[in-house]
């Protein structure tokens, strides 16, 4: 039986690494992306949401596509980038409520 790719929180960090390292200077295409994937691939909703121009939304596209080396906007559907985004949602929110935990917000 093969083991799910982020199986274990090690296997989780090498996927978000893999992933989303290429997106990792520019923290605003990680959003848009999340963004455009959570208003089901709408340029003109994720533009909404994120207060900006849907030429903008666009643009940010592109390059998201071109670092992750895709050819379409659908493709943004694979598992790897969707579990990646998930796994570094997931890794924030411990890391975040381990600082609040000790009084470091």
Do not use: F, W
Not at 8 to 31: C, K, M, N, Y
């Amino acid at each position: 039986m093969k083991r799910s790719t982020a199986h274990s929180p090690l296997d989780a960090g090498r996927l978000v690494d893999t992933v989303l390292t290429p997106l990792r200077p520019s923290p605003v295409l990680i959003e848009t992306l999340r963004t455009y994937l959570a208003c089901g691939l709408s340029v003109r909703l994720t533009a909404q949401h994120l207060s900006i121009h849907e030429n903008t939304v666009s643009y940010r596209l592109r390059r998201i596509l071109r670092l992750l080396d895709l050819d379409a906007p659908s493709r943004l559907l694979r598992p790897d980038v969707l579990l990646a985004l998930r796994a570094d949602e997931l890794g924030q929110g411990r890391q975040d409520a381990r600082l609040d935990d000790r009084g470091l917000e």
